[in-house]
């Protein structure tokens, strides 16, 4: 996350050593900006928590409308793969 | 202490067998001389990275701190090149690795595959379609016959889709449920 973070912010790296020293393709050094970093790597988190959350309400939602079209748990268990 | 010169010791009559000293002597080769024992390891230098690393990038680099640098005694020495990861890796979870030579400025693959199409070449690799990413160990022997007495450099490069991290999971939250690991690299010489 905190990777894909600094690439947001600095398009130029592509590599992180220990996770503090940034570099670009040709091997220079990329000073980061912290504060970019910390604050895109806070929205990827909050993105990320946010599309699991959607993901579970989905499956909830589709849950509830096969079982009011009658489909039993084990019946909607077969059809789907899970609860 | 008295000193001995002579060209050769050979065993006395029919005995194939020289002894030198007895139990708990040390038989020392003194620093700075060659000793010659064929098949044997004469110098062994080891890198234990324990650090991360993360790298993006289609094409080969260098995974900065997984490199040694060993100066072989003979040009006849072979050098056994041995390396180990711990790594994971987003995107189609493809990544490649290879250990090149490096001796002045030339750079010498070893070790690799034949060339197979457009196929990349690699020592180790991983190439999966799930949706789970997880920590893989790879691990690789040469032995590489350089003919120098140059120093030589032996680096651990990697080419990757997405994101390659050595030595720590793809999440690397702080907590019970993810590690950080070790990679190492390893040269001996061998004497010929």
């Given amino acids: ?6 690439r947001n912010v600095h398009p130029s790296v592509v590599s992180l050593y220990d996770e503090t020293e940034a570099k670009d393709k040709d091997g220079n050094i990329v000073i980061l900006d912290q504060a970019k970093v910390d604050a895109e790597t806070a929205r990827l988190e909050t ?6 959350a959607q993901k579970a309400a989905d499956k909830q939602s589709a849950h509830d409308k096969l079982s009011a079209l009658g489909l039993s748990d084990a019946e909607i268990i077969a059809l789907t793969g899970g609860a | 202490m008295s000193k001995l010169n002579v060209d050769t010791i050979e065993p006395e009559g029919a005995s194939t067998t020289l002894t030198l000293g007895a139990s708990g ?12 024992a064929p098949g044997h390891v004469i110098q062994v230098v080891s890198t234990n990275m324990n650090t991360t690393f993360t790298y993006t990038g289609t ?16 040009t006849s020495s072979k050098i056994l090149v041995h390396y180990d990861t711990v790594s994971a890796t987003t995107g189609s979870y493809k990544y490649f690795l290879k250990v090149v030579r490096l001796i ?10 034949a060339t ?9 690799g991983a190439h999966g379609w799930n949706t789970v990413a997880p920590d893989m160990v790879g691990s690789f022997t040469f032995l590489d016959s350089p003919s120098t007495t140059s120093a030589i450099t032996y680096k651990v490069q990697v080419s990757t889709e997405g994101a ?22 390893t ?3 061998v004497a010929a």
């Fill in chain 2, 104 to 113: 002045g400025a030339t750079t010498t693959d070893l070790g690799l595959p």
């Fill in chain 2, 59 to 74: 094409t080969y680099s260098d995974v900065t701190g997984l490199s040694l640098s060993i100066t072989p005694s003979s």
């Fill in chain 2, 187 to 189: 040269a001996m010489e």
């Fill in chain 2, 116 to 124: 197979a199409g457009s196929r990349i070449l690699g020592q180790i």
């Fill in chain 2, 164 to 185: 390659w991290y050595l030595n720590r999971s793809v999440d690397d939250t702080d907590s019970a449920d993810f590690g950080r690991y070790v990679s190492n690299i």
């Fill in chain 2, 25 to 36: 002597d040390t038989v020392t080769i003194p620093s700075g001389a060659t000793l010659s």
């Fill in chain 1, 47 to 52: 993105e990320q928590a946010n599309a699991v």
């Fill in chain 1, 1 to 6: 996350m905190r990777f894909q973070a600094i």
